[in-house]
């Protein structure tokens, strides 16, 4: 490990030392928690508290004390080609990345943070399969404005910027459109495993059981006829999709991108605000998303995959959130994608003789759920409503499934040119066209049934690079094409 000798070395930001006592955060809560029984103030309710907590509160101090020491063993410092940061108490480690790797930076200015004058900054290059970032540092804002003339990326001084704000109403759109009640109940999910005994107490002292059986009250008085159990479970689905929502307003708003020369600035959110910075060089696709209601009215959100940005679960690697789709080509231009290949030397599209490839499995999810309705009713005459109710909600999600497989039967194809491979497809409720580069697919695989194989089709898979490899499916393609592709592709890798 080479150490500059000259190098002027900085701590980070004080608050890191709570992120350091996170993983031993519950007994500072339950301690705190202790803290809200001596309501009404009082010395004696104070001092009584204090004999009780007394231990609690040592192991508390104790674990801060703790973190505070690990805090002022590490730094970081840079030079003229690279930064360097430094942890550990006993076992050093020190994590060295030159500022020419570098692919995509994140600076993240949480509410609670800006309060301190305090910035997290996470670097990120293009080394492997990493989902979180390469260095990752809470920093003083004149600190990261010290290190940003050092930084390319982050200065990008190198041509004219050109910015793009999208409006209110099409980030509440986006919002909208690609909330789900799924992720709603995920995050309700992660609160309670990280915090289950607070949680609960909170859902206790604000009454959440009386208010969902007060709000199936007023329902079932509006949908006569409804069971009860069924609009129970329907403000629930309800709620969990206006929890979605607001975060994903919460998340995108304020969104704008800019175009410095060879990187990109976008800022989004509004309680967290970040800023994610990124090298041209970095991007592996562009990706055009559409669900079945922006395809109607010709709306598509822009996403790209790269290291650093949209690597979290939690956020969608969006460029614009929502747009025409005529206005997208313009912006895929600068990032050198047509909209159509315009030469393709191998292409390949789906036939409609093949549709049951693509409906078969929501056709036989239906007709289990209309058989399994009927044997219920059967066998349970006396919960015949309520079973009818709970088979309905569940075939119209299927429904719209086989609408979307045939719609995505008509819209599947890839095509093939001298240097990208252009993809249109569905994957589960969304259609998607992506644009990658030849060299940027790391393989080709090929699966057939018997009777794919007597009629001439396949399905193609394709694994694309970037920080978690993904793999791409496109169903009933002919055989021929798709082995042409493959050679074609192994030829170019040869030839290298």
């Known amino acids: ?68 020491f690990r805090w002022y063993c590490c730094s970081y410092f840079f030079d003229e080609d690279s930064i360097h940061a430094q942890s550990g108490i006993f076992l050093k480690q020190e994590i060295e990345i030159p500022f020419s790797k570098i692919m995509a930076s994140v600076e993240e200015h949480p509410f609670y943070l800006r309060s301190f004058h305090a910035v997290r900054l996470k670097i990120s290059t293009a080394s492997g399969n990493l989902s979180e970032s390469n260095m990752s540092l809470i920093l003083y804002d004149h600190d990261l404005w010290r290190l940003r003339p050092h930084i390319a990326i982050l200065y ?65 008085a509006i949908f006569v006829g409804v069971p009860r159990i069924g609009l129970t479970v329907g403000i ?9 929502f607001f975060r994903n307003m919460l998340r995108y708003a304020n969104f704008r991108i800019c175009f410095v020369g060879s990187f990109y600035s976008i800022h989004i959110g509004l309680l967290n605000r970040r800023h994610f910075h990124l090298r041209e060089t970095a991007i592996v696709f562009t990706d055009l998303r559409q669900n079945l209601i922006m395809k109607l009215f010709g709306m598509v959100s822009l996403h790209i995959r790269c290291p650093g940005y949209g690597s979290r679960r939690d956020t969608l690697p969006v460029l614009i959130p929502l747009v025409s789709k005529r206005s997208s080509w313009e912006i895929l231009e600068k990032f050198h994608v047509s909209p159509k290949l315009e030469a393709p030397i191998v292409q390949a599209k789906s036939k409609l003789r093949f549709l049951w490839s693509f409906v078969w499995p929501p056709v036989i999810s239906i007709l289990v759920t209309l058989v399994a309705q009927m044997i219920a009713t059967w066998l349970f005459p006396a919960f015949r409503v309520g079973i009818h109710f709970f088979g309905f909600m569940y075939l119209l999600p299927l429904s719209w499934f086989l609408l979307v497989r045939v719609v995505s039967m008509f819209h599947q194809s890839i095509a093939m040119d001298q240097e990208k491979v252009q993809m249109h497809f ?71």
Not at 236 to 244: F, M
């Open 236 to 244: 629930v689905i309800l709620v969990l999709w206006l929890l979605s």
């Open 426 to 496: 569905s994957r589960g409720f969304i259609f998607h066209t992506i644009t990658v580069s030849r060299e940027n697919i790391v393989r080709m695989d090929i699966r057939q049934t018997p009777l794919q194989k007597h009629y001439g089709l396949c399905h193609l898979y394709l694994v694309c690079n970037g920080p978690r490899q993904q793999r791409f499916k496109l169903i009933a393609l002919s055989e021929k094409q798709a082995r042409r592709m493959m050679q074609e592709l192994e030829a170019a890798t040869s030839g290298c």
């Open 1 to 68: 490990m080479y150490t500059h000798p000259n190098a002027v070395r900085y701590h980070e930001h004080p608050i890191k030392i709570l992120r350091y006592s996170a993983k031993n955060v519950w007994l500072l809560i339950f301690s705190l928690l202790r803290s809200l029984r001596f309501y009404p103030f009082s010395i004696q309710n104070l001092i009584d508290w204090g004999k009780g907590a007394w231990f609690d509160l040592l192991i508390a101090a104790l674990i801060i004390c703790f973190s505070t």
């Open 156 to 220: 990008g001084n190198d041509g004219e910027t050109t910015a793009y704000h999208t409006s209110a109403w099409r980030v509440f759109l986006f919002s909208a459109l690609f909330s789900s009640s799924s992720s709603g109940a995920i995050y309700v999910a992660i609160l309670f495993f990280q915090g289950e005994q607070v949680v609960s107490e909170l859902l206790e002292e604000f009454q959440a059981r009386e208010l969902l059986e007060d709000a199936t009250e007023r329902a079932s």
